[in-house]
């Protein structure tokens, strides 16, 4: 009775490409990602995943050479709050001077080793103060 043809436009294999490149890359950064602190985790996983790679490069090489100029040794966990102001801090600087994370990764370098020595500073003030208490007077 009907005998019109029913057309559909024919976008559903792009649509799964786009899908499966979307895929494709949440598995990269799970795979990037997956031994930082949650919070860390949570923040990267904004960036693509080449941004990734590079700011991970980075951090670990921060914290490596950081590690080695102390007499004391940090996790990425110990620092996860000041990683994650530098982070911030960081991608406001980028959107700010309209740079690229590989283009400013000397910048984040100096920022997350600054940001090391002052927790480390402040942990060492912390043990050498005297013990206190309301208690004891």
Known sequence: MNDKKLTYPNN?????????SNFNNEALK?????????SIQNYLSNFEVTEIEIIKTVLLKAKTSFNNTID???????MEIEIL???KRFKAILI???ETVEAMQG???KSLKSEFAEMHTLNKR???L?????FNQ
């Open 12 to 20: 559903h294999t792009n649509h799964s490409n786009h899908d499966n």
């Open 30 to 38: 799970f795979q990037l990602l997956e031994e930082l602190p949650q």
């Open 72 to 78: 004391s040794y940090y996790l990425l966990e110990d």
């Open 85 to 87: 102001h530098v982070l």
């Open 96 to 98: 700010q001077k309209n």
């Open 107 to 109: 910048y984040l370098m």
């Open 126 to 128: 912390r043990d050498h």
């Open 130 to 134: 005297p013990i206190t208490s309301l």
